[in-house]
Each structure stands twice: as structure tokens, then as C-alpha cells.
């Protein structure tokens, strides 16, 4: 209503106690057999203390050549006939806001919008998704783009840097791993592919933990936005503790 921003992406971070001796490579097993990812993978680094096991289905930037592409995703519902208007509204909303993150490093008239609003199925719900790309220079460096990309617009909010002002006031928990970026990067071949870091679990201090979140808009209403992070959540939460039981 103060016209600070149009979208925020509140989450919340769930944790558990884990055993130090447990090794987090037999719950990425476990998802890559029963919840197959497009941007899966594992990550362990002992010398600070953290292990990542990641589902993401969602692209943050693959790099080919001068070539950058993004696909973010905004609106998620159980199915697809639960999809409302506000979750197609918000999806633009950031695309808006990726196409501009781009264009301060994109070759003139090169930022295109590939694909808008495409509904992609994933286990346990369905989410909107939309491709943008853009070519650049092909010295460009990895430190220039992320100062422009990063980070990414789906789980920050419109303006960006509003967003990220209210979500540091308002979120209790640091994100940590949780929705930064997940992937490889071969800077010799000009090639990447980086996740957004959601669905993800990081193991830190004893702790194993998970974010879910839900971008709030002036259209959100209160109890579809909890249930939209228990929704994200309540898969593969019990598949990480081999509960059969709903959150």
C-alpha cells in the first residue's frame, strides 16, 4: 500500500537435528530415484562444514558462448487448474525485472523473451515458468554478470533492491545456501549452468536445513501463500525423513 515494491519473496527456514556421522549422499540418492530434478546435485565441503543436496527446477543463467539464458519460475500451485490470475501476474512481474538485470550487460536489442507463462509439471506440483535470453561480449567476466543477475529475480521481488531491504527486516533466518545459486561454471569454454537454490537442503553446524517460500503481492491472499510454502516443502520434507505422514 506504501508503494515500496510490487512483489516480495518472504521464506521461511526449516530445521532438524542430524547426526554428524550421517552423510547428506544417500538423501540425494533418494530424491535423484523419486524426485527427479532438472538441476539436481551434491555438494560436500568438510573444511566448512557443509553439505548440499539440491533438487532445483529452476535455471538462474546458463551460459553458451555469448549466449545467457534465464528461466524463472513464479506461480505454483498443487495443479493446473489451481493457477490463479495473481501467479501469472507475479511471473511477469519478474520477467520484467530479469529482462532488465540482463539488459545492463546484453549486445543492444539482443534480450528476447523465448517463452512466457509455460506450465511445467513437476512431482507433487506444477509451476509457471518463462525463458529470456541475450547475447553478450564474449570477454565478458563472470563478476559482471553476476554484479547484474544476482541475486536471482524469482526469489527476491519488483524492485529488487527494495525487495531485498524488506526481506532483511522482515525474514528471522539467514538463507545461507538457500536461494543463492547451484551449479558449475567452465570459464575456459565460455560454458555454465546455475540453479536457483531452491528445494534444497544444506547440513551446517548439526543442522539439516530447507527454505520454502511464496512472493507476496498486493493480490496475495494470506492462507494460499502459507500453503503454497508447505506445499513446496511437504514432499520433500518427508521424503528426507521417510515419513509417509503430510506436514
Not at 500451485?77 to 501469472?88: G, N, S, Y
Not at 575456459?188 to 537442503?201: C, G, N, P, Y
Amino acid at each position: 500500500a506504501r508503494g515500496d515494491v510490487y512483489q516480495v519473496n518472504l521464506c521461511r527456514v526449516l530445521t532438524a537435528p542430524v547426526a554428524a556421522e550421517i552423510s547428506l549422499v544417500a538423501l540425494h540418492r533418494r530424491l535423484n530415484q523419486v524426485h527427479p530434478a532438472p538441476y539436481a546435485g551434491f555438494l560436500s565441503l568438510p573444511d566448512v562444514d557443509l553439505e548440499v543436496v539440491c533438487a532445483s527446477p529452476e535455471l538462474f543463467l546458463r551460459r553458451d558462448g555469448t549466449q545467457l539464458t534465464t528461466g524463472p519460475i513464479k506461480g505454483t500451485a498443487a495443479t493446473q487448474d489451481q493457477l490463479q490470475p495473481k501467479d501469472q501476474a507475479e511471473n511477469i512481474m519478474i520477467v520484467d525485472l530479469m529482462r532488465n538485470d540482463l539488459s545492463r550487460i546484453a549486445q543492444t536489442g539482443s534480450v528476447q523473451v523465448l517463452d512466457l507463462l509455460r506450465v511445467e509439471q513437476h512431482p507433487g506440483l506444477v509451476q509457471l515458468v518463462s525463458d529470456i535470453t541475450c547475447h553478450v561480449e564474449s570477454n565478458l567476466g563472470w563478476d559482471q554478470i553476476m554484479r547484474s543477475t544476482f541475486p536471482p529475480g524469482s526469489v527476491t521481488g519488483a524492485p529488487k533492491s527494495s525487495a531485498l531491504a524488506i526481506i532483511d527486516e522482515l525474514e528471522p533466518a539467514s538463507r545461507d545456501v538457500y536461494c543463492g545459486a547451484f551449479g558449475w561454471v567452465d570459464a575456459d569454454t565460455q560454458q555454465a549452468e546455475l540453479a536457483v537454490a531452491i528445494r534444497t537442503f544444506w547440513r551446517r553446524d548439526g543442522l539439516l536445513r530447507f527454505g520454502t517460500g511464496a512472493g507476496i503481492t498486493w493480490g496475495s491472499d494470506p492462507n494460499l501463500e502459507w500453503r503454497e510454502t508447505v506445499l513446496k516443502a511437504d514432499r520433500l520434507c518427508r521424503l528426507a525423513s521417510g515419513s509417509e505422514e503430510r506436514l
